[in-house]
């Protein structure tokens, strides 16, 4: 059965704000939700950056759906912490929590003031927090010397049964690599061929569970209006790897979206007032194989999306898978 979520957009939205939206997002009939994890926005404009892990927590607590975060161990999070933080909200709601593990981004790494690695080093270091993470999960003390330093780690209060670490891609080299430790593969939407690819490396290297994508969209009754929303939250967030991964600040990505058209924005957002329209091209993301598809209003209100597409889209796409 497809799985279809809410994102929950730390960068965009006050947390309490984003608390109510995921609220409004059950009662409208999307099965699950998941979030970022980022310590900036990519833009000044978006405004917000909320703690994830306090949110997860009283976000699972207030209603009854699955969720999930995007996490970058290694240097701003310990992969210690991480493995207790996970732990905890897996112990406290079960069967309902997962974290997706990744390299990270500079904008959110560099306030440790350690440098910003290569992304070999990075790939590398995910590699060693990922397998302390586990080893941590299933009950053991750990001291590990590399990349990341541990030193007679333990989780104490473990779940039941461990939450999945998935592994996030948006390259079929990165799912490739991910297919050699993680439960399930989540990536972005991207144009159709890209995303065969991303599938395929993943499956043809042994990769196991679920596959999700979060999709990028925007809508509004008036289709100038859901334009102007996506140009002005998403045009800083429309640079492929490398830039995406090495820009520092948020003035940074402001200044590097400056020459960024409404076109640009339109190749990395679904922006259509015709919900049949999204429909469509969702029904066609479940056809390639994706089993969870987590649904991204780009805009900062939340509300009208969440109504329109529980009343119109949700509906129309059950009925087509």
Known sequence: MTIIGFHASHEQVHPS??????QAAEQAGFDAAMCSDHLAPWSERQGHSGFAWAWLGAAL????????????????????????????????????????LGS??????????????????????LL??????????????VTHRGLVQVDRARVWT???????????????????????????????????????????????????GPLAIQVHLAWHEDQAEAERIAFDQWRSNVFPPPVCWDLATPE????????????????????????????EYLAGLVELGFEHLYLHHVGQEQRPFIDRFGADVLPALRGAA
């Open 158 to 208: 473990l779940p039941t049964e461990p939450p999945a670490l998935i592994g996030p891609a948006v390259t079929p080299a990165t799912a490739a690599r991910a297919a050699t430790w993680a439960d399930g593969l989540i990536t972005i939407n991207q144009p159709i061929a890209t995303l065969r690819e991303i599938v395929a490396a993943y499956r043809d290297h042994g990769g196991r």
């Open 17 to 22: 704000a984003l608390l109510s939206a995921v």
């Open 61 to 100: 607590a207030t209603t009854s759906l699955p969720f999930g975060v995007v996490n970058a161990p290694g240097q701003r999070y310990h992969p210690a912490i991480v493995a207790q933080a996970a732990a905890t909200l897996a112990a406290m709601f079960p069967g309902r929590f997962w974290v997706a």
């Open 128 to 141: 060693e927090s990922v397998d302390v993470i586990r080893r941590l999960l299933a009950g053991q003390e």
């Open 252 to 279: 940074h990505f402001d200044v590097a979206s400056r020459h960024t058209r409404p076109e640009d924005v339109a190749e990395s957002v679904l922006i259509s007032a015709d919900t049949g329209r999204h429909v």
């Open 104 to 125: 990270g981004e500079n904008a959110n790494e560099h306030v440790t003031g350690d440098p910003w690695p290569t992304k070999d080093v990075r790939d590398a270091r």
